[in-house]
């Protein structure tokens, strides 16, 4: 079990890192995809089963197709890759590298003092995050029930104002 | 079975924030951003599922399925503004709606 995390867990920082330097939307969703899939073998690595299932389920499967949809909605030919060369010299990764990095030694060094393990070898079953979800967190259930709602009303609305752009701009 | 160390598991949650952090500050795509944004979403993830199975307690899973609904509400709403902001400008460059003018 511990190889299998080190070793999705380097796929998995792999793959993120194709995906932030891709030019291609298409090629960098596909590498996020595989991303995702290694950190639900993590997560299933950590006993933690039903996360992964979900981290399937929702992130590599609802969210990803939402992205897949927009990108072919948008129908980027290949303009957009000349494009993304254009902005995508080398020196702009330079300032964000190096802010990053720091950012990430200093996690490091914070996380490095705690001791203890993950041993993955106590799974926390479903039935157990399904019960601590309905009776400690049911007031936030609710909260994420609104959140929802709100989104999608926003969504609507924005996606409303998208279809009635061409009418207004056809007379003129 | 040996286990692993619960620093190594927050590091690859570090790992994998710090390299979203890095998408959203150098692609000047929106698509990309967004995405970058989804990276750093689930990084978070993996946090709360690692500091809940050190703990063997269900709350970072709960934790992780409200992280879950957040990134699928910010995800439908970033989209439909993706979609507008192309249809009004015609380019994915953020720096494209870089003016409040309503």
């Known amino acids: ?172 | 079975m040996t286990s692993v160390p619960f620093e190594h598991a927050l590091a690859l949650a570090g790992v994998l924030f710090a390299l979203g952090l890095v998408g959203v500050l150098a692609r000047r795509n929106i698509i990309f951003m967004l995405m970058s944004i989804e990276i750093m979403l689930n990084a978070a993830g993996v946090a709360f599922v690692v500091a809940g199975s050190m703990w063997e307690k269900p709350d970072g899973q709960v934790l992780f399925i409200f992280i879950l609904t957040m990134a699928a509400a910010e995800v439908s709403v970033g989209l439909a503004l993706v979609l507008s902001l192309y249809h009004r400008f015609k380019t994915l460059d953020a720096d494209a709606a870089s003016t409040m003018k309503g």
């Open chain 1, 1 to 172: 079990m511990t190889a299998i995390f080190y070793i999705s867990a380097v796929v998995a920082i792999v793959a993120t890192a194709m995906v932030i330097t891709r030019r291609n939307a298409v090629h960098a969703l596909l590498y996020l995809i595989v991303s995702l899939l290694a950190a639900a073998v993590v997560f299933f690595t950590l006993g933690a089963p039903f996360v992964a299932a979900l981290e399937v389920i929702v992130y590599a499967g609802a969210i990803m197709v939402l992205f897949i949809f927009v990108i072919m909605m948008l129908n980027l030919g290949q303009h957009t890759v000349a494009q993304e060369s254009r902005w995508l010299t080398p020196g702009i990764w330079v300032g964000p590298s190096l802010l990053g990095t720091i950012l990430l030694v200093e996690v490091i060094l914070i996380c490095s003092r705690s001791a203890g393990s993950v041993t993955g070898q106590v799974q926390v079953s479903p039935s157990e995050v399904g019960i601590s979800l309905f009776s400690t967190y049911l007031v936030a259930v609710e909260l994420a029930s609104m959140l929802l709602l709100a989104g999608l009303v926003g969504a609507y609305h924005l996606g409303r104002r998208l279809k009635s752009g061409p009418a207004e701009e056809d007379p003129s």
